[in-house]
């Protein structure tokens, strides 16, 4: 079963709370701690509503209130909840398409993962904020191999549902070839599979891979390939394999490889909050032996650790 760790609020009411939220913040110091209780309390569709009612009783939008007085990572989680998923995850490929340097990895988390719905919303949300096309800017900030497989995987055109024997042998063998051959060829039939099979038709592809070679699909990737496209493909199959470990995985790194890699925490547990947060917690605590609930603990800290522990919401065990 398949669980967030953030639900629609009962007793909602979202007048009383865009009041609450106005005090916090015209005050003389900004109240964190009503924003956490509210804006980590309610789900994204509830925070729209707070934001509609906001608006109407103040004459101020809510996110630029929160950006002027808020800062560091804080105002960023604190943003973020307020973005729906389409325009989170546009606001975030954005952001690594157009910084300073390409964030690959940002890419290769949202795109690996997106079903074909979420991949069209966001680059409508994409096109809508930012005036650009998703598929342009992709094609103009990456390159190579790198830059194919995220371009396929931005048509949003997997297939879905459908799962052959046949050719599942078939893909298995072409797949065994691109890692033996490396040619320019192989590497486009092999993310050509990756990027349009159904995940149940590449679950029995993975398996006839193993059938045929005596490998793992992953081990042989990081055999064969480097570099960020061998990042993609391998997260494309992690993904298919089962998202909340993938995620688990992921923010594993994000702590612990790069002394705490903020971006990619707070991304990832914004746009999991209300998908697989809770198994991904579950992932966490079976892979690693410490809770992420710990974990966050541990390397944040002030109203920045509050929130993110606020999204992640802990049991007793995980403290």
Not at 14 to 40: F, R, Y
Not at 88 to 111: F, P, S
Not at 298 to 317: P, Q, V
């Amino acid at each position: 079963q398949i669980q967030g760790t953030i639900f629609p609020a009962p007793n909602f009411n979202p007048i009383m709370d865009a009041q609450l939220l106005g005090g916090a913040l015209q005050g003389i110091s900004c109240e964190k701690d009503v924003l956490i209780d509210i804006l980590t309390q309610r789900c994204n569709s509830q925070r729209l509503m707070i934001a509609e009612a906001y608006r109407d009783m103040y004459g101020r939008d809510l996110i630029t209130d929160l950006k002027e007085n808020l800062s560091h990572h804080f105002k960023e989680v604190m943003v973020g909840l307020m973005y729906p998923p389409a325009s989170y995850d546009a606001h975030e490929l954005w952001h690594a398409l157009k910084g300073a340097d390409t964030e690959e990895k940002c890419l290769i988390d949202i795109l690996a993962s997106r079903s074909n719905m979420e991949i069209f919303q966001m680059k409508e949300a994409y096109l809508m904020q930012y005036n650009n096309d998703l598929q342009q800017d992709i094609d103009s900030e990456t390159s190579g191999h790198f830059r194919d497989t995220l371009m396929n995987l931005a048509q949003g055109t997997r297939m879905e549902g459908y799962a052959d024997p046949f050719t599942a042998a078939q893909d298995a063998m072409i797949l065994w070839e691109a890692c033996q051959q490396k040619t320019g060829e192989h590497k486009n039939m092999l993310q050509m599979i990756l990027c349009n099979k159904s995940y149940q038709q590449l679950w029995m592809v993975f398996q006839e891979f193993q059938n045929i070679s005596g490998q793992d699909i992953v081990d042989a990737i990081n055999e064969c390939y480097d570099g960020y496209f061998q990042e993609l493909l391998v997260a494309i199959v992690l993904c298919v394999r089962d998202k909340p470990s993938y995620f688990a995985y992921r923010l594993y790194n994000a702590i612990h490889d790069f002394g705490f890699h903020n971006k990619t925490v707070i991304r990832i547990l914004i746009a999991r909050s209300e998908i697989d947060l809770m198994n991904i917690r579950q992932r966490y605590k079976e892979r690693y032996g410490k809770s992420l609930f710990h974990d966050i603990k541990h390397f944040a800290s002030g109203h920045y650790e509050s929130a993110l522990l606020a999204i992640c919401a802990g049991d007793a065990e995980d403290y």
